[in-house]
C-alpha cells in the first residue's frame, strides 16, 4: 500500500481561455451550441429530442384497457387496482397451497403493473397544465394582494401627510 502519495487536479479544458475576457466583453465569448433536435446517441443508445408516449403494443405489453382517444381515466385506473388487489389476493392463495405456480401470477401482477403505469404516465401532461395553472393563479393572486397592499399603504401615508401638513399649518399660523 502506497503511503504519501498524492496527486494534483488536472488542469481545466483549453478551451476556458475563450472565456478569461467574459466579465469585460460578454461579447468576446462564443455562442453556445443550438438546441439538439431528433434523434441523438448517449451512451451507446439513441434517444429522441420528442415527446411521444410511446404505446403499450410498441413496448410489447398487452394493454388490458380500451384503446382510443376517449379513455375514462378514472373508472379504467380504478379498474385496474381492483383487479391488482384480486391478483395479489390469488397470489397469496397460490404462494400457500400451490408455492410452484406462482410466477404466472406474478407476471399477471407486473401486466397490471404496466397498464397502471402507461395509464398515468398519459396524464402526465394534464397534470402538467393543471399544475401550471394553479402555479400563474395563485401569482394572479399574489400580486392582487400586493397591489391592494399598495394602495392601502399609499392611502395611510397620504393622511399622514395630511394631518401633518394640517399641523405644521396650525403650528405656523
Same mark, same amino acid.
Given at each position: 500500500?502506497?503511503?504519501?502519495?498524492? /496527486?494534483?487536479?488536472? *488542469? &481545466? %479544458? +483549453?478551451?476556458?481561455?475563450? =472565456?478569461?475576457?467574459?466579465?469585460?466583453?460578454?461579447? /468576446?465569448?462564443?455562442? *453556445? &451550441? %443550438? +438546441?439538439?433536435?431528433?434523434? =441523438?446517441?448517449?451512451?451507446?443508445?439513441?434517444?429522441?429530442?420528442?415527446?411521444?408516449? &410511446?404505446?403499450?403494443?410498441?413496448?410489447?405489453?398487452?394493454?388490458?384497457?380500451?384503446?382510443?382517444?376517449?379513455?375514462?381515466?378514472?373508472?379504467?385506473?380504478?379498474?385496474?387496482?381492483?383487479?391488482l388487489q384480486l391478483h395479489i389476493l390469488e397470489l397469496a392463495d397460490v404462494l400457500v397451497e400451490r408455492p410452484s405456480q406462482y410466477a404466472r401470477r406474478v407476471e399477471d401482477i407486473s401486466l397490471i403493473f404496466k397498464n397502471l403505469h402507461h395509464l398515468l404516465n398519459s396524464l402526465r401532461p394534464h397534470q402538467a397544465r393543471a399544475t401550471l395553472i394553479h402555479i400563474l393563479e395563485r401569482q394572479i393572486q399574489?400580486?392582487?394582494?400586493?397591489?391592494?397592499?399598495?394602495?392601502?399603504r399609499r392611502e395611510e401615508a397620504q393622511k399622514l401627510l395630511k394631518e401633518s401638513l394640517q399641523n405644521l399649518d396650525g403650528h405656523l399660523a
Open positions: 500500500m502506497a503511503t504519501g502519495t498524492s /496527486s494534483s487536479y488536472p *488542469p &481545466p %479544458p +483549453p478551451y476556458y481561455r475563450l =472565456y478569461k475576457d467574459y466579465l469585460e466583453d460578454p461579447e /468576446s465569448a462564443p455562442e *453556445p &451550441p %443550438p +438546441p439538439v433536435q431528433g434523434t =441523438y446517441p448517449l451512451f451507446g443508445s439513441t434517444y429522441t429530442t420528442d415527446v411521444v408516449l &410511446p404505446s403499450l403494443e410498441d413496448q410489447g405489453v398487452r394493454q388490458l384497457y380500451p384503446k382510443g382517444p376517449s379513455i375514462d381515466f378514472k373508472r379504467e385506473l380504478t379498474s385496474l387496482n381492483r383487479e399574489q400580486r392582487k394582494q400586493a397591489i391592494e397592499d399598495i394602495k392601502r
